[in-house]
Nanobody
């Protein structure tokens, strides 16, 4: 079994920062890519950022220049550094890990409030 543990969600003021982390463990036969999706109330889940095993990254246009995705050396943990958080960013953020299949984290809530 593979399990995914997320952390780092919380509440910040507009312009603040949060760092999300996600660690995968269990029977993993190599990780092809890791990323983050988010879903706000009344909206569909959308891709935020993705990093491949080669280190290539992709970002949603709405977060380019503000969010940074990265991996640790073992490539079993993925981070999302979120800077300049804005009122449109609050959502449940889901870790997404692809090995031979896709795995989802349970989601972590990000709130931006003044």
């Amino acid at each position: 079994q593979v399990h995914v543990v997320e952390s780092g969600g919380g509440s910040v003021q507009p312009g603040g920062s949060l760092r999300l982390s996600c660690a995968a463990s269990g029977s993993i036969l190599g990780i092809y890519s890791m990323g983050w999706y988010r879903q706000a109330p009344g909206k569909e889940r959308e891709l935020v950022a993705l990093i491949t095993s080669s280190g290539s990254t992709n970002y949603a246009d709405s977060v380019k220049g503000r969010f940074t995705i990265s991996r640790d050396g073992s490539k079993s943990t993925v981070y999302l550094q979120m800077n300049s958080l804005q009122p449109e960013d609050p959502a449940v953020y889901y870790c997404y890990i692809v090995t031979l299949r896709a795995y989802w984290g349970q989601g972590t809530q990000v709130t931006v409030s003044s």
